[in-house]
């Protein structure tokens, strides 16, 4: 039931555009991304539910796909403070569903 | 400060020592976790909490034992330490279940010899 993330890894110049995709081969609930900088903990981005609705902080948004079970993450003009690996944790539909990540996108800026 | 701490934030120990991680929040979140990351595995979920005193197996529970007398502390036991527990822990509160946001501690990096 794990979320399978792609790309595995990204290299950008900073200003350039990224997406990050997350698919699940359940129905969804929820998807939640978290990014997570080297030696750091995860950090809360943002919380996406049922109802296909896209969110977004500054430059950073997401979607939500749930006839196709998928949720892609947007980073556009990518800045030097975007570099870390970007997890993606699903929740299921159902009762007593848990959170259950991705194994990660390292996305990595560069001048 | 408000927060969620872990400790330690590092610890090595031999393999059949009992080792107990230490969690704590102070936003009296009601849902509590415990995770383990190791490379190319991403974020696992070993128990979790809902309350004081109610707690339940997530993906990788096996040779861990968790406890919560009181909200704001979920320690994490490890009985009899082996090597493939070797990883990065992290604990983690959220307000009040799955579908709300996760708060992290710092994680504690056990090394088991």
């Known amino acids: 039931q794990q979320p399978v993330q792609s790309p595995q890894a990204v290299i950008l110049r900073e200003g350039e555009d990224a997406v990050i995709n997350c698919s699940s081969s359940?129905?969804?609930?929820?998807v939640h991304w978290y990014r997570q900088k080297h030696g750091e903990a995860p950090v809360f981005l943002m919380i996406l539910l049922k109802g296909g609705e896209q969110k977004g902080h500054e430059k950073i948004s997401a979607s939500f796909n749930e006839k196709k079970q998928q949720s892609s993450l947007y980073l556009t003009a990518s800045q030097l403070s975007y570099s870390g690996t970007y997890f993606c944790g699903t929740v299921i539909t159902g009762t007593a569903s848990k959170l259950t990540f991705g194994t990660g996108t390292r996305l990595q800026v560069t001048l | 400060d408000a927060g969620i701490t872990q400790s330690p934030r590092y610890k090595i120990t031999e393999t059949g020592r009992q080792v107990t991680l230490m969690c704590h929040q102070t936003?009296?979140?009601?849902?509590m976790f415990w995770y383990r990351q190791d490379l190319g595995h991403g974020l696992r979920l070993i128990y979790y909490s809902a309350a004081a005193d109610i707690t339940d197996k997530g993906e990788v529970p096996d040779g861990y034992v968790v406890s919560r007398s009181k909200t704001e502390n979920f320690p994490l036991t490890l009985e009899s330490a082996t090597r493939s527990q070797t990883s990065v822990y992290f604990c983690a509160s959220s307000e009040s279940g799955f579908n709300q946001p996760q708060h992290f501690g710092d994680g504690t990096r056990l090394s088991i010899l």
């Open positions: 936003w009296s979140h009601s849902y």
């Open positions: 359940k129905a969804l609930y929820s």
